[in-house]
């Protein structure tokens, strides 16, 4: 069993910053990926920033020089800094963390960014 908490979401206003974590616990030796998707709304849930166990880090495009994640291989964490947040960037943030080829996700951390 794989088991995800999510922290850090919450109210911000425009301009402002959060900093989303995930740690993930259970039976994960093996995990090769951990990242963030978000879905706002009406919309598809999509990739906002993913980094693999050798450090290397895929950014959605909008959310790019804004946004920084980082991992904690150790402690099997991964965050997202999250910068000038637009109202845009307003959605339920997930976790994923892929273990041995399977997807795990957390229950997800609202974000919401006022004007």
């Known amino acids: 069993q794989v088991q995800l908490v999510e922290s850090g979401g919450g109210l911000v206003q425009a301009g402002g910053s959060l900093r989303l974590s995930c740690a993930a616990s259970g039976s994960i030796f093996g995990i090769t990926a951990m990242g963030w998707y978000r879905q706002a709304p009406g919309k598809q849930r999509e990739l906002v920033a993913s980094i693999t166990r050798g450090g290397s880090s895929t950014y959605a495009d909008s959310v790019k020089g804004r946004v920084t994640i980082s991992r904690d291989n150790a402690k099997s964490t991964v965050h997202l800094q999250m910068n000038s947040l637009k109202v845009e960037d307003t959605a339920v943030y997930y976790c994923?963390?892929?273990?041995?080829?399977?997807?795990?996700w957390g229950q997800g951390t609202q974000v919401t960014v006022s004007s």
């Open positions: 994923n963390v892929n273990v041995l080829g399977r997807s795990h």
